[in-house]
């Protein structure tokens, strides 16, 4: 875990977490080491942008596309009917054996989840999704991107919002501007719709450290 809290450091995640490089360090020196966790901070005060921002594809930063302007809106949740949880105590956290969920191409959020649920494993959220890029970044391939939708948008009279978060690499088309084009970008998908190209990442477990 040691190479984790080192990579965080050399991007200066710690700066956007308002932490000093010793207490990144000494979260990963006390974290259980499973050799496949995830080590992840259980508060971010920055925004989704700045986050993107150290995500890199062939040298080019990431992005939020302009219509999830309301990213930070969205609550951790799990379980087959996405309730609301609360991260494990402390702050940082430990995500075990974190998965691309290659085996969901094509599937649904909705149907994945109910998989993922039944054998007893968690999808993984947002800023999850995005610390994992900053320790693989390998693991985000062209046609083999993923979605997170441990991240709902809770409504005010129940239910959730329809989208579902999603990490891919960007054509460059539309409003996100030839500019962007190959940069990783953090979007959206519908709840009910399959995508062949897009998995849905998932983990064992998570665990206070």
């Known amino acids: 875990m040691n190479e984790q809290a080192e990579r965080l450091i050399g991007l200066g995640v710690h700066e956007l ?19 496949g966790g995830l080590l992840m901070p259980a508060s971010v005060p920055c925004s989704y942008s700045d986050l993107m921002a150290l995500v890199t594809h062939g040298g080019k930063p990431g992005f ?26 402390g702050e940082w956290y430990t995500v075990h054996d974190p998965q691309r969920g290659d085996e969901f191409a094509n599937a ?56 579902t978060p999603a990490l891919w690499i960007s054509n ?4 996100d501007g030839a500019a962007n084009r190959n940069a ?4 959206w998908c519908w709840w009910n719709n399959r995508h ?3 998995g849905i990442a998932h983990a064992a477990a998570r665990t206070a450290i």
């Open 172 to 175: 460059g088309t539309g409003r």
């Open 17 to 35: 977490l308002g932490q000093s490089e010793e207490q990144v360090r000494a979260a990963a020196a006390a974290q259980a080491d499973d050799g």
């Open 108 to 163: 649904s959020p909705a149907e994945a989840l109910e998989a993922i649920s039944a054998v007893g494993r968690v999808p993984l959220t947002m800023i999850e999704g995005i610390f994992w890029l900053y320790q693989r970044p390998e693991l985000l391939e062209r046609n083999r991107c993923f979605m997170t939708i441990g991240s709902r948008k809770p409504k005010a009279r129940g239910g959730f919002d329809a989208r």
């Open 196 to 198: 062949t190209w897009l």
């Open 64 to 89: 939020v596309v302009e219509d999830f302007t309301d990213a930070a809106d969205f609550a951790v949740t799990g379980g087959a009917n996405s309730d609301s949880i609360l991260l494990p105590g």
């Open 184 to 187: 990783p970008k953090l979007g």
